[in-house]
Every structure is written in C-alpha cells, then in structure tokens.
C-alpha cells in the first residue's frame, strides 16, 4: 500500500492512517489520504491497467486498502461514458458525455465511496456506524455493511425516496426518520455517535468516501485515453464527487498520467438548495447555511456542507463554475434524456444538463469543447418524478392512436 498519512487541508497537520480517524481536532476539518506519489509514478504504468478487471479497484495504488481479502465487493463496474449524439446534435454541441453513475450497485454513485468506506472500516476493525443520509448514501452503505458484517445506524429526512428506505430495511440496518432535514438527521447522529461510540460515516466526517468517489475521476481520464475533457458538470450536495474528481485529477498529474491542464469542473446545484453557488457568486471560500431548503433533487439537498472549502478550491482552481437550476427546468430535461436518448437519469443528473444548456447559452461552454455531465443515479431510484394518466381499456376496447 502507498498511503503515507492522513492530512488536514486546513492547518496541514499530519494523522496515522491506521488508526480510525474523523476530523481534524484542530480546525474541525476532513481529512484526506495522501499517498507516495513518488513511488506510485515509478511502479505503476498504464499498461498494466489494461489486464485488470473493469471496476474501481483496478486503481489499488491509488486506494487506501491495505489487504485485499479486507476489500468489500458487490460487484462494481467501470461505468459507461455515452456520446449524447442526437441531444448533442439538437443542442449544438459537438462533443456532449454522459456518465451514467447509475449502472452502479444499489444504482448511484454512492456505491463508490461504501465500497472504499466499508473495506477500510472493515480494515480498521469497525463494528458499527452512524450516518445521516438524504437516502442513496444511506442505502449503499446499508447493503455494503450488510456484506461486511458491520451494524449500520441510518438516520434520514421521512421525505427522503421511499425505495432507499427499503434499501437500507431489508439490509438489516437499523433505519429511523426525521421530520425534518440532513442537517437535522445529522445532529441525531452527532448524538448517537457521542452517547455509543460508533464511527461517524456521516459525508467528509470519516476520510474514505472521497477515496471511492474519486475514481470517477480515474475513469474518465482513462476512457478518454488519458486526454481529459475540457469540463466537468457535476451534482453538488455535500460535494465529495467533485471533491474526489479533483482529487483524482491532481494525482493522476502528479504520477505523469495526464498533462498539466485539467478539466473546469462545474458545480450544479437547485436553486431552492444553492449555498455553493451563492459562496461562488460571492468569490467567498466557505458557504452560509441555506435556509428552507426545498428541492426535486433530493440528494442534493444539503443545505451547508462540512467540505464546501473544498468544493470551492477545486472550482476556482480549476477556473470552473458554479450554477443553480430551476425544479422544473430539471424535471423538464430529464424527461428530455429520456425522449432523446432513452436514458432515465436521476433529478440531480438531469440539472447537469439544465446547467449545460445555459452555460452554452451565455457563452461559457463552446461548440467543439468536450463535455462530460455526470449522472449520479438512476431514475429508478426516483419514481414519483414521472407523473403519468395512461389510457385505460376495458378487455375488448379498441385502441386508437394518437398519431400527433
């Protein structure tokens, strides 16, 4: 394993991987893994990729998993990159990508930063966990516990989709609701954590969910051949995806993987739920807690994230953007993906769209450049978006086509 130490972004202090570690005593700050790069650069070559299997943990170098029999598997792909061709083509842009983060286990994103998560709290001798959720997180990492034999304590919004719900239920975790939001869940779990000792797996508290989502990056970087796309839109709640792409970007340049520039990573976020593009409005470095949040984009609906420093770094680093769109223009263009290009994305991947159409509009996006959208889940995670009244025939009726 290449991991050196832990680190603080803030005051730099350094913490020992291999004891369990939450945030930094010092600034109340995540903390992220730091690896040899040195050494990584001199002992892993491209080409050995190219016999590994098609999943997140082809990247073991640049993973914090000590053992591989510690590595906890529901069988993770390397997701697909899709040209939106006729979208593209109706749009204006040459070059537009889908990653469609849905093909994961448990359908989003999330499976990510569990499996990472998960393998390392089983390394770690972990036997519990409290975490609050907007619903996917909570859900992957109740199935990857379940797998680990590790006791999961989930605490989410009683709004949050039904189906994660179940998710977590049926994986043995011990679920409860709040009437109210994340941040309120995650008060409840503060508690929870201080009154019984569990580990803290609530976003950016434990360094590891960055190390799984990071690999996003990885593969975007691999499955353009190593030449990266000009930008990045990504859903932004609590930010560790955007986080941990920017993450990846930086190592994958240290170890001589990709060239200097990197893509302008965009964070999209509902206008109802927009703390990280206000701070970006106001070129400040940390958010203020967004009040009365309200969004269709459930998972994004995260009204002060504990890493936004982070997640504004890596946007004016980058020379990126932050954008937030309308609830309706969301719903709007995820029934547009799904006409046009059969693809039934989440709400907050769909917003990377919204955001795309109007940076090209005002000319921040150009004709020619590559653009990767992320979609973070799939919208089988999400069935009350779609409100339908189809037809209905008695047996024997005949069925008349509307040919409009």
Avoid at 229 to 246: A, E, K, R, S, W
Avoid at 278 to 307: C, H, L, R
């Amino acid at each position: 394993m290449y991991v050196t130490h832990l680190e603080c972004p803030k005051c730099k202090t350094k913490f020992n991987h291999k004891e369990v570690q939450q945030l930094c005593q010092e600034c109340n700050s995540p903390l992220l893994v730091r690896y040899d790069l040195k050494m990584v650069k001199e002992e892993l070559k491209k080409e050995y990729l190219k016999t590994r299997c098609c999943n997140l943990w082809r990247y073991r170098e640049l993973l914090p998993i000590e053992k591989h029999s510690n590595v906890v598997s529901l069988g993770e792909v390397m997701t697909s990159i899709l040209k939106l061709e006729k979208l593209g083509k109706e749009l204006g842009l040459k070059n537009l990508y889908l990653k469609d983060e849905g093909l994961n286990p448990g359908g989003s994103f999330k499976s990510r930063g569990a499996a990472v998560g998960i393998s390392k709290a089983k390394e770690l001798g972990i036997k519990d966990f409290a975490m609050p959720t907007n619903g996917n997180a909570g859900a992957a990492w109740a199935i990857y516990a379940a797998k680990a034999d590790i006791k999961a304590h989930i605490v989410m919004p009683k709004d949050a989709p039904s189906i994660t719900r179940n998710e977590c239920a049926i994986a043995g975790a011990n679920l409860t609701l709040v009437d109210g939001l994340i941040s309120d869940a995650g008060k409840i779990v503060a508690n929870v954590v201080k009154k019984y000792g569990f580990m803290d797996a609530s976003t950016l508290k434990e360094p590891y969910r960055i190390e799984g989502k990071k690999t996003m990056g990885f593969e975007i970087a691999e499955q353009f051949n190593w030449q990266v796309p000009d930008v990045i839109l990504y859903p932004t709640g609590g930010g560790v995806g955007l986080i941990g792409i920017y993450k990846a970007l930086l190592e994958l340049r240290e170890i001589g993987f990709i060239g200097e520039k990197l893509p302008r990573l965009v964070a999209v976020q509902a206008s109802n739920c927009a703390p990280i593009v206000k701070a970006f409005n106001e070129n400040k470095k940390e958010s203020q807690f967004w009040e009365d949040a309200n969004t269709i984009a459930y998972g994004i609906t995260v009204p002060k994230a504990i890493g936004d420093f982070l997640v504004l770094e890596a946007i004016y680093e980058t020379n990126g953007a932050a954008i937030a769109i309308d609830d309706k223009d969301i719903l709007h263009y995820q029934e547009i993906l799904a006409k046009t290009e059969g693809l039934f994305v989440c709400p907050e991947g769909a917003a990377t769209l919204a955001a795309t159409v109007e940076l090209y509009k005002n000319g921040w996006i150009k004709e020619n450049e590559k653009i990767v959208l992320l979609n973070t889940g799939s919208g089988l995670k999400y069935p009350d978006t779609v409100q339908i009244t189809p037809q209905l025939l008695k047996p024997n009726d005949e069925l008349i086509i509307n040919e409009n």
